[in-house]
């Protein structure tokens, strides 16, 4: 058992996002997002999940968070004077973000929890995962494609200089 | 195969990471940083799915992370190209000096 190793990686994300959260610097949280990012991978590779954690490295480490730190740079945003909402939105969002964080632990304790299956060697790699999408998933597969292509549109209308 | 522990404390890590990004949305007033925190929520999720999809032996769990990644790369291309506009328009990225469209 290598449990310690996991507490230690989870602690170590928990820390990361909560920098995300609360850093006063968008940088920051930005750095924040990707050691989170990264840390999630590792966990991923802890659940045999080998292809989504290479995926998670290249497409949210290497490309969303990389778009975040062009828009951060690009409107030149500098340490906020005032980082939070108003003290009693804060109070609020603290207590019902607690609130659920509690519930759904609460949930998870209740009912019998799932352990590790038996899996095969090749469980997590490509062949299996492009066995699924390509054959049950392939109209939600197809529907990415749209979807992707209505975002690209979107972005580069939005992204003009005038708006007509 | 590297077992680190059982899949069930996967799924308290992505309930304690979903609330995080959840308080983060409800306390931050910077747009870009609210982003963040729904991205932060957003991996909780995945991070569910896949622990689940372990736990089950099944692959279509790691099947729809997938599609989360692509909603999310979408989304984030979209957002963030909203918020460039709107600072040029408005210099601000403050979300209570946005208020046009609040009842």
Redesign the interface.
């Known amino acids: 058992m ?2 310690p ?2 507490v230690l ?2 602690l170590l ?2 820390a990361a ?2 920098v ?2 609360l850093h006063r610097n ?1 940088v920051y ?2 750095l924040g ?1 990707v050691t ?2 990264f840390l ?1 991978a590792v ?7 080998h ?2 954690a290479a ?2 490295i290249i ?2 480490a290497g ?2 968070v990389v ?2 730190l ?3 740079m ?2 030149n ?1 500098q340490v ?1 004077p ?4 108003p003290a009693p ?2 109070v ?3 207590v ?3 609130a ?2 509690v519930a ?2 609460g949930v ?1 304790g209740r009912d019998p ?7 095969g ?1 090749g ?2 790699g490509t062949e ?2 492009a ?3 390509f054959t ?2 392939i109209v ?1 597969f197809e529907l ?1 494609s749209v ?2 292509l ?3 549109i ?2 580069v209308v ?2 003009k200089k005038r ?1 007509s | ?13 992505s ?10 949305v ?5 747009l ?2 609210m ?3 729904i ?2 929520m957003l ?1 909780a999720v ?2 569910a799915f ?8 099944s ?2 769990g ?2 729809i ?3 989360v ?10 957002g ?6 709107l ?1 040029r328009s408005r210099a601000t ?1 403050n979300a ?1 000096e946005v208020t046009t469209l609040r009842w």
Do not use: C, H, K
């Open positions: 290598i449990a190793l996991f990686l989870a994300t928990v996002s909560l995300v959260v968008p949280s930005a997002l989170t990012l999630l966990l991923f590779v802890g659940l045999d999940a292809l989504v995926l998670q497409v949210y490309a969303i778009l975040f062009f828009v951060i690009l409107l945003l906020e005032r980082t939070l909402a939105l804060v609020t969002g603290a019902l973000g607690g659920l964080g759904t632990l998870l929890l799932p352990l590790a299956a038996v899996v060697p469980y997590g299996p995962l066995e699924r999408l049950a998933y939600p990415t979807l992707l209505v975002a690209i979107g972005a939005l992204g708006l | 195969m590297l077992t680190l522990a059982p899949p069930a404390w996967y799924l308290a890590l309930a304690v990471l979903f609330a995080i990004g959840a308080m983060g409800l306390i931050r007033r910077n870009i940083v982003f963040m925190a991205e932060l991996n995945n991070l896949v622990a689940l999809a372990r736990g089950m032996g692959m279509d790691q099947v992370v997938f599609f990644m692509a909603v999310a790369a979408a989304e984030a291309a979209v963030l190209a909203i918020m460039l506009q600072y990225i209570d």
